[in-house]
Nanobody
Framework: QLQASGGGLVQVGGSLRLSCAASGRTSRDYVMGWFRQAPGKEREFVAGINRGGGSTAYADSAKGRFTISRDNAKNTVSLQMHGLEPEDTATYYC??????????????????WGQGTLVTVSS
């Protein structure tokens, strides 16, 4: 089970830190990712991290502004976001999959999903 938190209302240029807490099986068994979905749009990949935390991947829109990290001892994955823009407004979801061999950006590759946390960037 995944529980995302940390969303909220922030002004343009602001920062937020999203967290995803995993319960049940230890998170180190899973490749983890963050996706987002804006109203009227498809869900899109934001960032991913491998089991050990040593490899990450980002969407072009997130590069240089967002950082994904994980703490396997605490079963958490975080997404630190800086320089937020109105286009970042969306519901953000954490996702996990036990069987992925590589980081993947397709949402259909992830079996487990959190409930989402809303990020609103106001101008």
């Amino acid at each position: 089970q995944l529980q995302a938190s940390g969303g909220g209302l922030v002004q343009v240029g602001g920062s937020l830190r999203l967290s995803c807490a995993a319960s049940g099986r230890t998170s180190r068994d899973y490749v983890m990712g963050w996706f987002r979905q804006a109203p009227g749009k498809e869900r899109e990949f934001v960032a991913g991290i491998n089991r050990g935390g040593g490899s990450t991947a980002y969407a072009d829109s997130a590069k240089g502004r967002f950082t994904i990290s994980r703490d396997n001892a605490k079963n958490t994955v975080s997404l630190q976001m800086h320089g937020l823009e109105p286009e970042d407004t969306a519901t953000y979801y954490c996702a996990a999959d036990r069987f992925l061999r590589n980081l993947r950006s397709d949402s259909s590759d992830y079996a487990y999903w959190g409930q989402g946390t809303l990020v609103t960037v106001s101008s």
